[in-house]
């Protein structure tokens, strides 16, 4: 499976932005999908995800109620919708994608086994 992250870009503080992962090899349904990000100097942390079997969605505290994460089957995409962005969601955002992951390690960035190659959202305040 290959993934392709794109849709980042420079935006003002409360614009909203939606990030594409396009997803080759495999279908989406298959897969639990999750975006992570990584801010300069920190490590990768989780953003959200959505569970495979049951399209359930779950969000960090941070994000929750700004991101939202889909799945459209049909184009085989996962999306993250982000609104009210802030300048500390400037990060790479990462796209990630398993087929064996069990729902208690969706947050973990080491259970997943296919990731995209990130792209850069800059949040200017």
């Known amino acids: 499976v290959q993934l392709q992250a794109s849709g980042g870009g420079l935006v003002q503080a409360g614009d909203s932005l939606t990030l594409s992962c396009a997803i080759s090899g495999g279908t989406s349904r298959g897969y639990s999908m999750a975006w992570f990000r990584q801010a300069p100097g920190k490590e990768r942390e989780f953003a959200a995800a959505?569970?495979?079997?049951?399209?359930?969605?779950y969000y960090a505290d941070s994000v929750k109620g700004r991101l939202t994460i889909s799945r459209d089957n049909t184009k085989n995409t996962v999306y993250l919708q982000m609104s009210s962005l802030r300048s500390d969601d400037t990060a790479v955002y990462y796209c990630?994608?398993?087929?064996?992951?069990?729902?208690?390690?969706?947050?973990?960035?080491?259970?997943?086994?296919?990731w995209g190659q990130g792209t850069q959202v800059t949040v200017s305040s």
């Open positions: 990630a994608a398993s087929s064996r992951i069990i729902l208690s390690n969706l947050r973990n960035p080491s259970a997943y086994g296919f």
């Open positions: 959505m569970w495979r079997s049951t399209s359930n969605t």
